[in-house]
């Protein structure tokens, strides 16, 4: 089994930036591929951002792109997510996933573990 934690998450000004942190633990090295997903209220939960713990590849939506940025830091088994010029619709709990599988997905049906979510409140 794996567990994350996130953390990071707040209360920001539009055009301010937040870095979340997940802190993976137990058999992390089952997992190959991490991501961020968001729920928004009374909308579905989407894919944000993944990466590859291997090769580092990095995978954006389209909303985000060019404004956030994941890293992982292997050593600690922690993963990131650096998220700048903050808009009022990235206002969502935040997810953090793994998989044990290295090919990319959006798909939330593809990850096997999930954190309990942190909550980004961006203010207009």
């Known amino acids: 089994q794996v567990q994350l934690v996130e953390s990071g998450g707040g209360l920001v000004q539009a055009g301010g930036s937040l870095r979340l942190s997940c802190v993976a633990s137990?058999?992390?090295?089952?997992?190959?591929?991490m991501g961020w997903f968001r729920q928004a209220p009374g909308k579905e939960r989407e894919f944000v951002s993944g990466?590859?713990?291997?090769?580092?590849?990095?995978y954006y939506s389209d909303p985000v792109k060019g404004r956030f940025t994941i890293s992982i830091d292997n050593a600690k088994s922690t993963l990131y997510l650096q998220m700048n010029s903050l808009e009022s619709e990235d206002t969502a709990i935040y997810y953090c996933?793994?998989?044990?599988?290295?090919?990319?997905?959006?798909?939330?049906?593809?990850?096997?573990?999930w954190g309990l979510g942190t909550q980004v409140t961006v203010s207009s």
């Open positions: 996933a793994a998989r044990r599988w290295s090919a990319p997905t959006f798909r939330q049906s593809d990850y096997d573990y």
């Open positions: 137990g058999r992390t090295y089952s997992t190959v591929f």
């Open positions: 990466i590859n713990r291997n090769d580092r590849s990095e």
